[in-house]
């Protein structure tokens, strides 16, 4: 069974989202995405300084199996990448809520606020059963 972590924001399309301290969000995959997608072998990340949308694609994630695009989960604006994943894309892999995230954003007003609108670990739980 796939790790659902409590104080997440989830999506559809199986992202996650962690207030990081004051309006910057960490997103990255669920556990279950990338349990699903298979061994991951390259990710694409958009540039530092891109507008994101919410629920629009922001990137790529190439697996063994396939291509599946990457959904913002929020709308702001990118302002870290995670680098690890240029040279390691397995990490998405091997620790998909912490080494493996893939990008942080900066939101209209604060983090917590913004992940809280996503659905919660047990919504999130009821969707991949």
Not at 47 to 57: F, I, K, L, S
Not at 95 to 104: A, K, L, Q, R
Request: net charge negative.
């Amino acid at each position: 069974m796939s790790e659902i972590r409590q104080g997440l924001g989830y999506t559809e399309e199986h992202e996650w989202a962690a207030a990081a301290g004051g309006s910057i969000v960490r997103i990255g995959i669920t556990d279950h995405a990338q349990s699903q997608l298979g061994d991951i072998v390259f990710v694409e990340f958009p540039e530092v300084g891109a507008e994101v949308e919410m629920n629009q694609p922001m990137g790529t994630i190439e697996s063994v199996k396939t291509v599946s695009d990457l959904f913002s989960p929020l709308t702001g604006k990118v302002t870290k990448v995670n680098e690890a994943l240029i040279d390691s894309p397995e990490l998405v892999n091997e620790s998909p809520y912490e080494n493996g995230w893939i990008v942080e954003i900066e939101v209209e007003g604060g983090g917590e606020e913004a992940v809280s609108s996503l659905m919660d670990a047990d919504a999130y739980r009821k969707l991949t059963e």
